[in-house]
């Protein structure tokens, strides 16, 4: 990710888990959102403190997904991902960056986005989430794996602006 050079409001976005990811919003004047950053969650913690690092320029606000353990989690799994989401959590700290949670659910129906149907299955859903999230950014290259990170970011950028 290149090093922000502007004092455009900061907007992060954290999807947090091996399959999340990180996006980076600013927004000029209250008008105009650039994407600076839409990436899939970095594979090593050194990479992931780096990102924060590059990130905490400016002015700088970030929303990270609330997430708890579901049935049928293995013990392990379960252990690895809270590991994760604390690391997280920790980078944010560590930087200065102010933050809160929000649960799915909120930032879901706050983007208009419905809820999963009890037919549709978990990556159908995924895609209307990819679906959603390349209407608000036709110039953003969309993955399952960066969507949900992007989405939070605007839900954040809206929030912070109180366009909710």
Known sequence: MPKV?????????IDPGKSGGLSLLGCLDGKYVKVFSVDAMPKTERDIADWFEQASSGPVFATIEKVHAMPGNGV????KFGQGYGFLR???ICHEIPFEEVTPMMWQKSLGIPKRSKTESSTQFKNRLKAHAQQLF???RMTLANCDGLLIAEY????RENVL
Do not use: D
């Open 5 to 13: 050079k502007t004092q455009a409001v900061q907007y992060i976005g």
């Open 76 to 79: 392990s799994s379960m252990f």
């Open 90 to 92: 920790a980078c944010l």
């Open 138 to 140: 036709p110039s953003v």
């Open 156 to 159: 954040n950028r809206r929030k």
